[in-house]
């Protein structure tokens, strides 16, 4: 792959990344804002306090979390020269296939065995 264009998957990769980790802060200092909105806090907001953390938690760890790994697994691809190469079968993997998803390793008949 041409280095413009391998470039150019590593900057989308990364404001990917960008876009996901604001997302958690935002998300982390909506939290933070209600819970200093409340002057006191009583059980009932500790509970529904506790319920919300562990939501979002839940959501960042299926959702968030494996979008990060994947990011992070296609930027090392990208430093080690593999990137765009099916990890299944070796093949080059579509660029239209990269440009719609950045962070996959497998090309679209590998990806359709599963």
């Not at 391998?6 to 989308?12: N, T």
């Not at 993997?93 to 998803?101: A, G, K, N």
């Amino acid at each position: 792959m041409e280095a413009k264009k391998l470039e150019s998957f590593r900057k989308k990769l990364i404001e990917m990344r960008n876009e996901i980790l604001k997302g958690i802060i935002e998300d982390n200092q909506e939290l933070i804002g209600l819970k200093e909105e409340s002057g006191q806090i009583s059980e009932e907001y500790d509970m529904a306090s506790t319920l919300l953390e562990t939501e979002m938690k839940e959501q960042l760890e299926e959702n968030d979390l494996n979008m990060l790994k994947e990011i992070n697994e296609a930027l090392n691809r990208i430093n080690s020269g593999t990137y765009g190469k099916c990890s299944e079968c070796g093949e080059e993997i579509s660029e239209d296939r990269l440009d719609f998803l950045p962070f996959t390793n497998k090309c679209e008949k590998c990806a359709k065995k599963r």
